[in-house]
């Protein structure tokens, strides 16, 4: 496919913005004729399919050792902090540093981007979240901000030590989001991360509901750092490839976001996130542990005011009889997210002479294929 690729160089040591113009580089793995289950997916097949979500990514590279960068989620392009959206955070695992998870559990409410980096990059992410609120025309009185910051430990391929990523990393990847293409593999936090023992990354995916259960959609994206035995369309590749956890040391982390347009309240978006590690699970994710996997949900449908004339909020929401098509869907985009990360990730060499090799997507292919895995 056609690459159309710009990139803003913010110095000379290699550290890039990865817009949303970016065209996927590698085939998909649908277009390998590999299926995930039955739902059809949004026009992008990314979480931009849900109306007013931007992605932005900031890609660090730097010498032989610094492999690392951040991702920002925007559910909508007003002010979050004045109207905040309903969320919910689920924790599979809970070996994380996820700053922001009580006051999302106990309001139900999303403030700030969401941001995804490395693990010891959590605070620096955290004080930019807090710089790029506070700055925003009509916060000019806000005394409390609660950043959402979620991570994954690049450590192998990345200096995490050096702690590389900068507040302007952060800021630049929330103010140059987008809509459109969402770029995959080795890109922003996805640069230095690894999975089931092969080259991860960000990977994203989405679904779209026919009319006749609600015409919803449903978008995930993933940072895939973590270990289990591969699956892919239902069959053992980690096995056939012979890399899998206990064989080969493979652990680690699994940050996924999910997006809706669907009106849900913060309990049925808890319940939405509980499928999305349903996903997970379905590519062979063990959620080990030294595993942080976290779910964070978040509804585009409406947004709550931080002031109200009115004591009351009065909503429409969708009933639970009419959420398991949702919970389908996500599961679903979850578990083709992954895999599209693994299939866009490329062979990595890091830190200390560390290399990762990306999937080897032919050979996995050609076994699909004479399985009869693919159409």
């Keep these: 496919m056609p690459i159309t690729l710009r990139t803003l160089c913010l110095v000379n040591l290699g550290v890039f913005l990865t817009t949303m113009t970016l065209a996927q580089s590698v085939k998909r793995p649908r277009e390998y004729g590999i299926r995930f289950g039955v739902l059809p997916t949004g026009p992008l097949n990314a979480i931009t399919d849900v109306a007013g979500v931007r992605v932005g990514q900031v890609t660090v590279q730097q010498g032989a050792s610094v492999r690392t960068g951040v991702t920002a989620i925007l559910p909508h392009t007003g002010n979050l902090f004045q109207q905040k959206s309903p969320a919910a955070i689920y924790i599979g695992n809970g070996f994380g540093k996820l700053t922001g998870y009580s006051q999302v559990e106990e309001l139900g409410t999303l403030e700030t981007p969401i941001v995804l980096t490395n693990t010891l990059s959590v605070p620096t992410a955290t004080d930019a979240l807090i710089d790029y609120t506070l700055r925003q025309p009509g916060n000019e009185q806000v005394r409390s901000v609660n950043p959402v910051v979620g991570e994954t430990n690049d450590g192998f391929l990345n200096d995490v030590r050096g702690r590389h990523i900068t507040k302007q990393h952060v800021l630049t990847a929330i103010q140059e989001a987008k809509t459109g293409p969402v770029a995959e593999g080795n890109v922003g936090a996805g ?102 996997d976290y779910v964070i949900a978040v509804s585009t449908a409406y947004q709550l005011p931080h002031d109200s004339k009115t004591s009351l909020d009065t909503l429409a929401l969708l009933r639970n009889d009419n959420t398991s098509a949702l919970f389908m869907a996500a599961i679903e985009a979850t578990e083709e997210a992954i895999v599209n990360s693994l299939f866009a990730a490329k062979t990595t060499v890091g830190d200390q002479g560390h290399q990762v090799d990306a999937l080897p997507v032919p050979r996995v292919f050609d076994w699909l294929k004479k399985a009869g895995q693919t159409r």
Excluded at 218 to 246: D, H, R
């Design 191 to 292: 640069t230095g991360t690894v999975c089931f023992g092969f080259k991860g990354g960000i990977g994203t995916s989405s679904r779209k509901l026919p009319s006749s259960l609600g015409g919803y959609t449903v978008g995930v994206l993933v940072q895939t750092n973590f270990g289990g035995v591969l699956q892919i369309a239902g069959m053992p590749v980690g096995v056939e490839l012979g890399k899998y956890s206990f064989k080969e040391n493979l652990d680690g982390s699994c940050m996924m976001v999910v997006l809706t347009d669907a009106p849900l309240d913060a309990r049925n978006l808890k319940r939405l996130a509980k499928r999305a590690f349903m996903g997970l699970a379905k590519t062979g994710g063990i959620a080990s542990n030294g595993s942080g």
